[in-house]
Structure formats: C-alpha cells, structure tokens
C-alpha cells in the first residue's frame, strides 16, 4: 500500500524552528520527485518547496527562501522539511507529496501523484 505518513508539526513561537518528516511505504522516494505544500485557512494551496529527483536541484518558494531547508534520506525512505525562523505567515496545514516528474520539479500540485494526510503548523505567540 502506498502511503506517505507526516509528523513533527505543532505550535512554535515566532522565531522558534520545526522539522516536519514524511515517511514513504509501498514504494522508493528515490526515484520520485518530492515537494512541501502548505494551505492556510482561506487561502489556496501553496508550493513551499521541491527536489527534482534526476539531479538534486531544488526550488524553495520567495517567502520561505533562506529559512526551509528540504531534504531527504534514501535509506530511511523519508523527507523533510527543517523551517527555521518561523512566523505567523507560516501557519497553515503542510503536506508533503511525491510524483515520478522527469527533469525539474516545480509545485504544480496536480503531478505529485502521492500525499501526505497534512500536519498543522502553528506559529504564535
């Protein structure tokens, strides 16, 4: 069965840091490319961030530029997604996703074929 399982969102202080993990099963994240998503209440889906999986390249969206950090490990079959520096901006449900895209990755949402359920990220004082 192939599913991808989130963890590690929660409340944070502006300022405070997260890492968010997406284990993989029923298949091999190797081959995929694997993107963050977010969705704030109200507002429209969101690419936060992609890893092409033919050469490594990545794309972080301007607003989380220098604070994301995306990653993943093959051998655990597991992405991630370190946010530093959070604010209030960021609050939103993330989902993570992986798709067999060919060359660059990119956000459009609709060629990740897999999803995470989303993790609630809050950032508040």
């Known amino acids: 069965q192939v599913q991808l399982v989130e963890s590690g969102g929660g409340l944070v202080q502006p300022g405070g840091s997260l890492r968010l993990s997406c284990a993989a099963s029923?298949?091999?994240?190797?081959?995929?490319?694997i993107g963050w998503f977010r969705q704030a209440p109200g507002k429209e889906r969101e690419g936060v961030s992609c890893?092409?999986?033919?050469?490594?390249?990545?794309y972080y969206a301007d607003s989380v530029k220098g604070r994301f950090t995306i990653s993943r490990d093959n051998a655990k079959n597991t992405m991630y997604l370190q946010m530093n520096s959070l604010k209030a901006e960021d609050t939103a449900v993330y989902y993570c996703?992986?798709?067999?895209?060919?060359?660059?990755?990119?956000?459009?949402?609709?060629?990740?074929?897999?999803w995470g359920q989303g993790t609630q990220v809050t950032v508040s004082s």
């Open positions: 890893i092409s999986s033919s050469d490594g390249s990545t």
């Open positions: 029923g298949f091999t994240l190797d081959y995929y490319a």
């Open positions: 996703a992986a798709g067999p895209i060919l060359g660059f990755c990119g956000v459009t949402w609709n060629k990740y074929a897999y």
